[in-house]
């Protein structure tokens, strides 16, 4: 993994004897506990992905249950709806990082650019709060911002660019775009916190060499922060597209309804309809098993890329 | 770097178009941020059915505490509150116990299995069995159905857990070498001399882990839809919510006039009570955060 492999290799290979042991007992004793813990918890899940090959059935049990190959898949894969489950959780993934990302980048430079400090500090800390808030609450006010008596609605009403008020939630064309929105709102000034500590860190020496040189704040923010927070935007970038499918619950399950279930479906609300409501375990787990095999196939490649930026560290 | 800055005094030609910009900028960016929640506040004090005429701002049109009222006599909110605060507060010592020792035991530079034990953590960041089969096991494990399904699963998180091990490392090693020369075993340097300069990055994972347990909703949807008594302050603001979104038009609440409250207000007040602990809190702790960010980002 990209993170794992700076693991510093130790100056001396240790040998493990039977007084190192010993005197390491309380430690080792500590350690099984957490081992036996982290099998439990989240090694065993791993065993369950087998069924997916499985027709699993409760009454029988794991080992009972007969292996039915990739039957599973086939369906799956034959199944328009979770063809067009793949396309809205990639879509809405990819829309989410572009933007947020976007977002989190200018908001940070333009509040480094700020010069008044205590504005600075009122405005960021306002920028924290939706992150501490769940999702059921964002998208709890959401609704009442866009609803028809809402202030989206009578803005635009005021100026005349609709009739009528708009259903926001009833149009699959808004969807992607609600959920984008979302987003952005909600954690837009808690991505920029990384971001603004990558442009403190930039030699202040470096602006002040760029004023002398005739450079306005545009040319400098061009010139010298974009530059200086580059191989952040590199690392965070490619971190975050291992995550692009993980990016598909809460607010499409949330703001989802059946009048724009189309494009508000993904991939987690289909294994939760399939495996917990409709009871079919193996077709959940399959589903489940997609997607987190095309997770690690894109940390792979990611963590390829990375090497190119292995040198470069985020401070 | 803002003092550095000040010494820039030339003015030139364009940066009053920035300085605009990015006033402007910023302003509307705390108005979009601000607005929905004040709006939020103000339909919480304003007549439910009132508020369904819409044009709310940021001041109640007819103020009333009835929302409120209604709020703190239903029996599944309080006893959501009441789970709510409790797996918060439990959740968050165990979690942070539990991190804090096993940070500890993987950044013992002595210790024979350190580089094992702690890439079998790494492991579980990327690789996890998925819904179906998490649930299967809590079911296979009695979790389900119980306060606990909130607690013991999320006891340790590597992330957490890199976290905590990052600014332990940072701690010089002469410190527990003087006290293991003075016959201190590993539970009293844990107890005694790293602990108490890990407050810091202990506030910070307790700070993450509180706020997740606090807005958790899910797993009381998935593990304790059938018991009432397990239910959480969110899962009941999510079936207020779809109670409200579920109402495509406004007819059905308008039946029933002479009703003041109107689920929509009511969802209100239930989401101002649930913000209110954050939005007290969260400003005063935000070094914490900060800097829990910044250690997360370095390389574990």
Not at chain 2, 73 to 92: D, E, H, N, P, Y
């Amino acid at each position: 993994m990209a993170i794992a492999k700076a693991e510093k290799p130790l100056p001396k290979k240790k040998k493990i004897t039977a007084k190192t042991l010993k005197s390491q007992r309380a430690l080792l004793i500590a350690a099984a506990i957490f081992v036996i813990y982290g099998i439990v918890f989240y090694y065993v899940p791993l065993v369950g992905w087998l069924m997916a090959f499985q027709d699993y059935s409760p009454r029988l049990g794991f080992l009972g249950s007969e292996f039915i190959g990739i039957d599973k898949f086939k369906f799956l894969f034959s199944d328009k709806t979770f063809l067009r489950v793949i396309r809205n959780t990639l879509a809405m993934g990819v829309l989410n990082l572009v933007t947020s990302t976007f977002m989190a980048i200018l908001f940070a430079i333009l509040l480094n650019e700020v010069r008044n400090t205590r504005a600075k500090k009122v405005v960021q800390t306002v920028s924290y709060l939706p992150h501490f808030l769940s999702w059921i609450i964002v998208t709890g006010i959401l609704h009442d911002v866009l609803a028809s008596g809402g202030i989206v609605n009578e803005l635009l009403l005021k100026f005349g660019w609709v009739d009528k008020p708009v259903n926001f939630f009833a149009k699959p064309e808004w969807f992607w775009g609600l959920v984008a929105f979302s987003n952005v709102w909600k954690e837009t000034g808690w991505n920029a916190i990384i971001y603004l500590a990558a442009i403190t860190s930039i030699d202040p020496s470096l602006y002040e060499a760029a004023a002398i040189d005739g450079a306005g704040r545009w040319q400098r923010i061009k010139n010298v922060t974009l530059p200086g927070i580059r191989p952040t935007i590199m690392i965070l970038l490619l971190l975050s597209i291992g995550n692009v499918l993980n990016a598909g619950f809460e607010v499409q399950y949330l703001l989802g309804n059946g009048l724009v279930q189309s494009v508000s479906q993904t991939i987690d609300i289909y294994v939760l309809r399939w495996g917990i409501s409709q009871n079919d375990y193996s077709l959940g787990t399959a589903a489940g098993l997609f997607k987190s095999f095309v997770s690690i196939v894109l940390i792979v490649i990611v963590n390829q890329l990375a090497r190119h930026y292995g040198e470069e560290r985020l401070y | 770097m803002s003092t550095s800055r000040t010494k820039i005094k030339k003015i030139y030609p364009g940066d009053v178009a920035f300085r605009i910009f990015n006033t402007l900028f910023l302003t509307i960016f705390v108005i979009i941020t601000l607005y929905p929640i004040l709006n939020t506040l103000a339909i919480s004090f304003n007549d439910g059915t009132d508020a369904l005429r819409g044009g709310i701002h940021i001041v109640p049109r007819v103020f009333t505490t009835k929302n409120y009222q209604t709020v703190l006599q239903r029996q599944a909110l309080k006893t959501g509150a009441f789970i709510t605060v409790s797996r918060t507060v439990l959740g968050t010592v165990f979690a942070l116990f539990a991190n804090a020792v096993l940070a500890f035991i993987v950044s013992r530079k002595e210790f024979v299995f350190r580089k094992q034990l702690t890439v079998f953590w790494i492991i579980t960041m990327y690789v996890n069995g998925g819904l179906i089969p998490t649930f299967l096991l809590y079911r296979k494990l009695n979790l389900t159905g119980t306060f606990w399904v909130y607690v013991i699963p999320g006891l340790v998180g590597a992330f957490n857990m890199l976290v905590i091990r990052t600014y332990m490392n940072g701690i010089p090693d002469s410190l527990e070498e003087s006290a293991m020369l003075d016959g201190a075993g590993y539970t009293r340097i844990f107890w005694t001399i790293i602990s108490p300069l890990c407050k810091p990055v202990y506030a910070t994972v307790a700070l993450f882990v509180a706020v997740y347990q606090w807005n958790s909703w899910f797993d009381a949807m998935l593990y304790n839809r059938l018991r009432p008594e397990y239910t959480t302050l969110q899962y009941e603001l999510m079936k207020l919510l779809s109670s409200v979104m579920n109402q495509n038009t406004n007819v059905e609440s308008l039946k029933n006039v002479q009703d003041t409250v109107t689920p929509t207000s009511v969802r209100a007040a239930a989401t101002i009570i649930t913000i209110l602990p954050i939005v007290c809190l969260y400003p005063f702790l935000q070094r914490y955060f900060v800097t829990g960010l910044t250690l997360g980002s370095v390389k574990a």
